[in-house]
C-alpha cells in the first residue's frame, strides 16, 4: 500500500530531471560585465553576465524594426520555431510571431532573451561561480525584473538596437514590457503588456510563497546545492508541487471541470475511487505538469524568478505606481483574458486607466476565453488580432 | 543567511503541535458499533466508533425541535460557547448558533458533533488501533461523507431524536447536509447548505491532492506513523504548507489587497524586500495560518478529510447528481457568497436549481461579501439573516 502510495502521490521517476548542461538549443550568447561587476538592485553584482537569445528576421539599415518579446516565469527564448535539441517542444508563442504572424519575422527583426536568473542558457543559479566553478545555487544574488530588464539592454547595445519598435510580453513578460517602458522609455516605441500587472498582488505573493515553501521543504532541495545529487535526490516532488500550484492558478475551474471533472485515473484502485490512495484525473493532469517542468527547468532559478515576479512594483523608489507610470511615454496596449484569476483583467485596467490620456494609439482590449490565464498563450487567434492591429496604429 | 532562510520560511516552533490525547473540552462521546462493525462506504469496517458531540438547550418531549450543524473541514462540535480547555476559541458559529441568535438554543436543541476520521474526540487515524493499541495512522479506512453521516445517525438514535427539525451545513458541512437529506429523506425536515457543492468539482480536487502531496512529501510525515516522533519531528512543515494552499482558495485576492498589499514584514531584511528571504506580510499571515493548525489538528485526520471531499459526490451509486438530489424532499436553503472562489455561487444554484419547484419554501440567496469562502463562517448577520427566514418558513 505504501509504494504505492507514493506512486501515486508523484508518480515520476527522477532521472530525466534537468541539470545544468543540459543542451540549450541553437542559440546565441552575449556576455558582459567582463571587465566591469554589472551592478543588481538588490546592491549584488554579477560578472561575466550571459544572455542567451534567439532572432528570427532582418535587423534593417537603420536598426529601426527590432521587436523585443519578453518571456514568462519558466519560458525561454524559443518563442517560435519547431522542437529540436534543447527544445523538446516548438515555439511557446506559435501563431503569433512568425512568417506571416502578427508579429512578422519577414518584418520584424525580433529578439528574445531568457532571464537573467533563468537556466536556458543566461545566467542563473545553475551557472558556475567564478570562484570556484561550482553552480552558484543559493550564492546567487536575488534579482529583480529590473535586473533582467538591463541584461536585455545590454544585449539590445551589442545588437546595435537603439530602441524597440516595440516591446511585447505577457504574465512576467509583461513585467519586463512594463519595466523597459519605465527605464527606458526613449528605448520603446511601442509598448504590450498582456496578463500582467503594475506590481504583484498580495493573493499572487502567497501563491508564488507556497510554491517556494513546498520546493524548499523538499530534502532533496538541499540548501539549493543539489546539482551533485544522484538523479533521484534533487528536490524534484518540491519543485513539482511548486508548479502544480501555479498550474491551477493558470487555468480555471471551468476548463477543469471540462476536461476532468470527476474522472478517475486509470490507476485508480476502486472503481468510485474511494480508497485514500485513489487518483483522479486532474491529479493524473498535475502530476504531467510536475513532471514536464523538472525535466526541463532548474528548481533555484523557479525560486528567483518567483522571487522577482514577487517584488515586481514598478513604484518601487519611483515614488508609488502612479508615479511609474506616469514616466510612461509609448504608445501602450494593455491585454486581459476575462477568465485570468491569477492576473484579473481589473489589473491591466488599472494600467489602462493611467494611460489612456496620453496617446491616442493606447487601447485596452479583453479577451473572451475560459482558459484562464494561460489564455494568453492559448488564444493566438485573438492575442494576434489584438497584436496586429496595434503594431498597424503604431507603425 | 541558510538559517535565516529556514527561519523566515516556516518560522513556527514544532512543539506544540497537536497530539492524540490532548484535551478535547466538555464534550460527550457517543460509542457505536461495539458488537457489530461499522460497515464503511468503501468496503472496510470499525469497531467501537466514537462520536464526540457538543449540545446546546433542551430537546423537547417529542424530541421535534432538535436541529443538526455539521463542520467543515478542520472544524469540530464547538459550534458555539467561550473559549474552554480544548477549545484554544470561541465556536466557530458564534453569532448565528446560541441563545436569541438565528439558531436559537432557546427555542432548538443544537447538536454538532465531531466527524468520522476527525480528531477532536471522534474516532480517527489519531485513534488507538483495537489490535496494538497505537494510532491507526493510515492503517485508517478511508471514510466518506456518507460514512460521516451514518456515524451521525447513530447518535441521533441514541438521542431519540427520530427526524431533525433542521440540518445545517457550509462547506464540508454543506455536504453531510446534503447527504443526510439524500441518506434519510424522512430524517430531514429542513436543509440548509451553505457554500457547498454537489460533487467536488476538478478544481477543488486539484487544491486539495496538492495540499495532501505537501503533507506526504514531508520527511517527518513517515507515512502517516509520527505520533511518537519527536515534537520537532512531526509532519508540521508539510501540514502547514497544505493549510496554506487551503487559506488562500478560503479568501480573496480582494480582501488580501485590502489587508496586506505589498507591505513587508517586521523581519524583512532589506527596506525593499530584495532579497531572497525577504517577506510580505501576506506570507506571516500564511504561517499564521498554517502555524495555528499545527497546533490543533492531525495531519491524519486533515489527510483523510480532504480525501473525503474529494470522493464527495451525491450521485455516486444513485444513477448521478440529478437522480440524488430527486431523492430530497425537505425544504431547501442553499447559500452562496458571491466571491466565493472555492465553492462558487454556481455550485449551490444548480443545487438550487434541482430543488426548487418541489417545496415552496426551498429558496437560494447570495450573500455579498468580499470574504470569499470564509464569508460562511465570517458574515454571521446575513447567514443568520437567512437562516432564521428559512427556519421560520418551515416552522
Known amino acids: 500500500m505504501v509504494a504505492q502510495f507514493r506512486h ?9 530531471a534537468w541539470m545544468p548542461g543540459d543542451p540549450v538549443g541553437h542559440r546565441q550568447f552575449h556576455t558582459f560585465a567582463t571587465e566591469r561587476p554589472f551592478s543588481l538592485e538588490g546592491g549584488a553584482s554579477l560578472s561575466n553576465v550571459t544572455v542567451a537569445y534567439e532572432t528570427w528576421g532582418t535587423l534593417n539599415s537603420d536598426a529601426s524594426n527590432a521587436i523585443l518579446v519578453c518571456h514568462a516565469w519558466t519560458g525561454d527564448s524559443h518563442v517560435t520555431g519547431p522542437a529540436s535539441e534543447g527544445h523538446p517542444t516548438p515555439g511557446w508563442w506559435e501563431g503569433v510571431v512568425g512568417r506571416g504572424h502578427a508579429v512578422d519575422t519577414d518584418k520584424y527583426f525580433v529578439v528574445c532573451a531568457n532571464v537573467l536568473g533563468g537556466c536556458q542558457g543566461s545566467t542563473g543559479p545553475a551557472s558556475m561561480h567564478p570562484d570556484d566553478g561550482k553552480p552558484y545555487g543559493l550564492r546567487f544574488p536575488v534579482v529583480t525584473i529590473r535586473d533582467m530588464v538591463r541584461a536585455q539592454a545590454s544585449l539590445a547595445d551589442a545588437l546595435g538596437i537603439r530602441s524597440w519598435r516595440a516591446v511585447i510580453g505577457g504574465s512576467m513578460g509583461g513585467m519586463q514590457a512594463l519595466e523597459w517602458a519605465i527605464m527606458f522609455p526613449n528605448r520603446v516605441r511601442a509598448l504590450a503588456a498582456i496578463a500582467t ?46 508548479r502544480m500550484v501555479a498550474q491551477v492558478t493558470f487555468r480555471t475551474d471551468t476548463r477543469f471541470t471540462e476536461k476532468f471533472g ?49 517584488l515586481h512594483d514598478i513604484g518601487r523608489s519611483r515614488g508609488g505606481v502612479d508615479q511609474a507610470l506616469a514616466r510612461i511615454t509609448a504608445p501602450t496596449l ?52 489584438q497584436l496586429s492591429q496595434f503594431l498597424a496604429d503604431t507603425e
Chains 1, 2 share one sequence.
Open 262 to 310: 470527476r474522472q478517475l485515473s486509470d490507476s485508480s484502485l476502486d472503481a468510485h475511487g474511494i480508497d485514500l490512495f485513489s487518483r483522479f484525473s486532474v491529479e493524473g493532469y498535475l502530476d504531467h505538469h510536475g513532471d514536464k517542468l523538472v525535466r526541463r527547468f532548474d528548481a533555484n532559478s523557479y525560486l528567483y524568478i518567483g522571487k522577482a515576479m514577487d
Open 197 to 242: 500587472s503594475a506590481a504583484a498582488s498580495a493573493q499572487q505573493i502567497a501563491w508564488s510563497s507556497i510554491g517556494r515553501r513546498a520546493l524548499l521543504m523538499d530534502p532533496g532541495y538541499n540548501e539549493g546545492d543539489y546539482y551533485n545529487a544522484a538523479p533521484d535526490a534533487g528536490p524534484w516532488y518540491g519543485l513539482a508541487i511548486a
Open 8 to 16: 501515486n502521490a508523484l508518480p515520476y521517476p527522477a532521472s530525466g
Open 334 to 385: 494593455t491585454l486581459s483574458i476575462d477568465s485570468d484569476i491569477l492576473y484579473p483583467p481589473y489589473q491591466q485596467e488599472f494600467i489602462h486607466q493611467h494611460l489612456r490620456e496620453k496617446d491616442s494609439r493606447t487601447r485596452h482590449a479583453t479577451i473572451e476565453s475560459g482558459e484562464g490565464h494561460d489564455g494568453f498563450l492559448v488564444e493566438t487567434a485573438p492575442v494576434s488580432l
